[in-house]
């Protein structure tokens, strides 16, 4: 971005130094070059400049209608409706020029001069008055109205020039070249001209924004081409002609800014957006090892081309001993630059085609296609598990980790993507069971972990049957006002046992067991249940969020249930909001959007909840009836010491606004990342440093402590 900028730069000092040093080069052999040209010959001369400055003119105003409803901009809009107007008079100049054919009346050396000069007075005006407004979005209302003003301005100026343009001074007589009004006429442009590059190289110096710099370069030629006008004798000589080259120049140049507006720069976000969109989909925000879905394409990519090569390969699953003690004792962010660590040493031990992953936490993954023998990938294995367990060196702190990895084989210990994982992870389990910090292949007798969540599963039906989960709710704060305006439901699970159990655990767990269907109605439900009960009570109105799963979403009476809920709790439609992973909203997109279009038009919002952290295509998220983008809590983290989630959150927040969307922001617990958030746009919070989730008696106690002033 920096170097487009200064070749940018340097292209527009190149241009403005040539513009300025020809001019001069002109004015100091005036003599050499000077001649009048034959009437007949200029009047051609003349047409074809001015249909070149004219058709440029119009191309203006037309990006400024078109593209605006796309990248809206103020300047670009009101630079497209005054070039309607500089155009369409600069037109009337053309075809009243003297020996024109007939157009409504004789056309005329007076009229066309006037038609001329009031073309040159608007556009230095202009010019002046757009540059001076600062530049923001536009509602597409005033477009037409812009335009209007504009064509009602041009009619009114062809109606007095044509009709009264004899009586009008003299500005140009064709013997002796312009009369001392034009003179003064055409320095008070050169005067408005040179305050508007002024004031372009003022803003350019604060803004550094590479749309002003073209800007310079045609305000030079538009400036230069004034002066000129100021020296010309007869209207068909050589300083008329030059004039209206550089008049076409400068045109062009504000065009090239325009486009640079409106089309280059734009397109140009988008892609980088969708570049970093793409590589987020397939990458580890932390570690930047790939992810679960790559790794999951690249092991069903191994498993078509190995079936038919009759070839083995491996599976390495492994985790982080005791890295919940270092978390707790060290820090969350020490952890973060363990894993990290952790990801740069295992990417040493990778060589393609392997490739590393990390699924999540401090659980990583290795599918090792290279492999010629038992022995050769117990070596693997064993380097992989020694070149880990080395002292790591962090911020001062020595720290001693080992690994506890388990491995599966292709076809013996499963034949499918999901038989692999479940493999290896059960022999990483065993590896943890019988001391830790190696490694274990998986045999058939791996058997206790599935007992484990056979137990689990069944208690998970029991909860279900005694309705023993709970819901707990996290605010969602108004970034401006402080106040809460929304919360997310989320379930909790007393174990009578075991106590709490982490969704992490029975969430994946009840849909392996087809219970999570059960489950998010009765979430639903509930959820829509206490924000009417809530309202009842008088309470400010809140919209409350509601995680949904795609086995719920593939439903085919999703959309009935919902709107059956909602009618039998009596809560309206505006006051839900429903919550999508970006692996929803991308699957099966045209039925996708059929079905978020029935919640819209209902009244429902939607959410994509996690964004960044699996596959969006732009060009599909923008035809998602969305109302909101919640960023992923992974970003937050460390926006205020890593670059990259600096600059992946400031994209996350300008393409949900380009797009029309609002954007929360989740796992915000420190005022840093509270004030990063506030200064770039973000609309919504939710995170530590309002509340975690909390009972519903405890959330009713968070909203008094707003409605009494106590804001964030």
């Given at each position: ?341 952790v990801a740069k040493r295992l990417k040493e031990c990778i ?332 609309d919504r919070i939710q995170g530590y440093l309002v509340s ?21």
């Amino acid at each position: 971005m920096i170097e487009r900028l200064e070749r940018k730069q340097r292209k527009s000092e190149f241009i403005s130094f040539l513009a300025i040093l020809v001019f001069v080069i002109v004015r100091f052999f005036h003599e050499q070059f000077y001649r009048v040209y034959d009437a007949a010959n200029y009047l051609g001369i003349h047409t074809l400049l001015e249909l070149f400055s004219i058709i440029v003119g119009f191309s203006i105003s037309l990006q400024g209608w078109v593209a605006f409803p796309y990248a809206s901009s103020k300047r670009r809009l009101l630079f497209g409706g005054a070039f309607f107007a500089v155009a369409t008079i600069d037109l009337f100049h053309t075809l009243f020029y003297k020996d024109m054919p007939v157009l409504v009346t004789e056309s005329s050396m007076q009229k066309a001069a006037w038609f001329w000069i009031i073309a040159r007075i608007t556009e230095s005006i202009s010019f002046l008055c757009i540059l001076m407004i600062k530049d923001g979005k536009e509602n597409t209302y005033w477009r037409k109205w812009i335009y209007l003003f504009s064509f009602v301005y041009t009619s009114l100026i062809i109606f007095v020039v044509i009709k009264y343009g004899n009586y009008l001074p003299m500005l140009v007589n064709e013997e002796t070249g312009t009369t001392l009004l034009k003179s003064y006429l055409e320095y008070f442009v050169i005067f408005l001209h040179l305050t508007t590059l002024v004031f372009i190289l003022l803003e350019y110096k604060k803004t550094r924004n590479v749309a002003v710099l073209s800007m310079s370069s045609a305000i030079i030629f538009l400036l230069l081409s004034e002066w000129n006008f100021t020296f010309y004798k007869s209207v068909y000589d050589f300083d008329n002609v030059f004039g209206h080259i550089y008049k076409f120049l400068g045109y062009y140049f504000l065009l090239e800014a325009i486009y640079v507006t409106s089309v280059k720069e734009p397109y140009l976000r988008q892609v980088e957006t969708e570049k970093m969109v793409n590589h987020l989909a397939y990458h580890d925000s932390l570690t930047d090892l790939p992810n679960r879905l790559l790794f999951n394409e690249r092991i069903r990519t191994a498993l078509m081309e190995y079936e038919q090569q009759n070839k083995n390969f491996a599976v390495f699953f492994f985790d982080l001993d005791r890295f919940k003690h270092v978390n707790d004792s060290l820090g969350h962010s020490i952890g973060d630059l363990l894993l990290q660590t952790v990801a740069k040493r295992l990417k040493e031990c990778i060589k393609e085609p392997d490739i590393a992953s990390r699924l999540g936490g401090d659980e990583f993954t290795i599918l090792l296609v290279d492999m010629e023998s038992m022995e050769d990938l117990e070596k693997k294995a064993q380097a992989i598990v020694d070149r880990l367990s080395e002292p790591y060196q962090l911020n001062g702190h020595e720290i001693y980790m080992t690994i506890s990895m388990g491995i599966s084989l292709y076809p013996e210990h499963g034949q499918t993507y999901h038989d692999l994982i479940m493999n290896a992870d059960t022999a990483l389990y065993y590896t943890k069971q019988t001391g830790r910090n190696g490694y274990t292949f998986y045999n058939n007798e791996m058997n206790e972990k599935s007992r484990e969540k056979l137990s689990l599963g069944n208690d998970l039906h029991k909860a279900l049957l005694h309705d023993n989960f709970l819901l707990y709710y996290q605010p969602q704060v108004d970034v401006q006002s402080g106040q809460i305006i929304g919360a997310e439901a989320l379930i909790r699970w007393k174990h009578p046992e075991k106590g709490f159990i982490s969704p992490a655990e029975f969430i994946p767990l009840a849909e392996e067991n087809g219970l999570i269907l059960q489950m998010g109605e009765w979430v639903l439900r509930t959820a829509c249940q206490q924000n009417k009960a809530w309202q009842d009570a008088g309470y400010e109105p809140i919209r409350m969020s509601v995680n949904l799963s795609m086995h719920q979403f593939q439903q085919k009476n999703f959309i009935e249930s919902i709107l059956r809920t909602l009618e039998e709790t009596g809560l309206q439609a505006n006051y839900l909001e429903l919550e999508v992973t970006e692996s929803i909203a991308m699957y099966d997109i045209e039925n996708v959007i059929k079905k978020l279009d029935i919640l819209d038009k209902a009244g429902i919002h939607v959410s994509v909840d996690d964004f960044g952290t699996g596959y969006s295509s732009l060009n599909y998220l923008r035809r998602l009836p969305v109302h909101t983008l919640k960023i992923d809590q992974s970003f937050v983290r460390d926006i205020n010491i890593d670059w990259d989630d600096t600059a992946i959150v400031n994209s996350i927040i300008t393409l949900a606004h380009t797009l029309r969307m609002n954007v929360v922001a989740e796992g915000v617990e420190t005022q840093e990342q509270f004030a990063f958030l506030k200064e770039h746009g973000c609309d919504r919070i939710q995170g530590y440093l309002v509340s975690p989730p909390v009972p519903a008696g405890q959330f009713e106690q968070l909203v008094k402590k707003t409605v009494e002033g106590v804001t964030l």
